[in-house]
């Protein structure tokens, strides 16, 4: 399984960007894709995840409201739409993949198997 993420930049507080996480390797029914940060000096955190299969979103509480996750099959990408970023968004932010993952578990970075190179979010105030 690869995982190419990009999307990153440099954005005004306020603002929004897009991140794609492009999965190649094999097909993802039963998968859950996820996108976690990592600011520096800070231990690695939580953002969102989907299920391949049904949909289903789950949300880290510092963004839940202002982000939004989604895949395409078609294109066998997970988006991470950002809106009203603020500065202390600011982290490289990386995608994931794993199988099987239960309710418990999903958020939970260490359970991830399958992990994308991060892609640097820069909001300045």
């Known amino acids: 399984v690869q995982l190419q993420a990009c999307g990153g930049g440099l954005v005004q507080a306020g603002g929004s960007l897009r991140l794609s996480c492009a999965a190649s390797?094999?097909?993802?029914?039963?998968?859950?894709m996820a996108w976690f940060r990592q600011a520096p000096g800070k231990e690695r955190e939580f953002v969102a995840a989907?299920?391949?299969?049904?949909?289903?979103?789950y949300y880290g509480d510092s963004v839940k409201g202002r982000f939004t996750i989604s895949r395409s099959n078609a294109e066998n990408t997970v988006y991470l739409q950002m809106n009203s970023l603020k500065p202390e968004d600011t982290a490289v932010y990386y995608c994931?993949?794993?199988?099987?993952?239960?309710?418990?578990?999903?958020?939970?970075?260490?359970?991830?198997?399958?992990w994308g190179q991060g892609t640097l979010v820069t909001v300045s105030s």
């Open positions: 989907i299920r391949w299969t049904g949909g289903s979103t």
């Open positions: 994931a993949g794993q199988q099987g993952l239960i309710l418990t578990t999903i958020r939970d970075g260490t359970f991830y198997g399958y």
């Open positions: 390797g094999r097909t993802f029914s039963n998968y859950a």
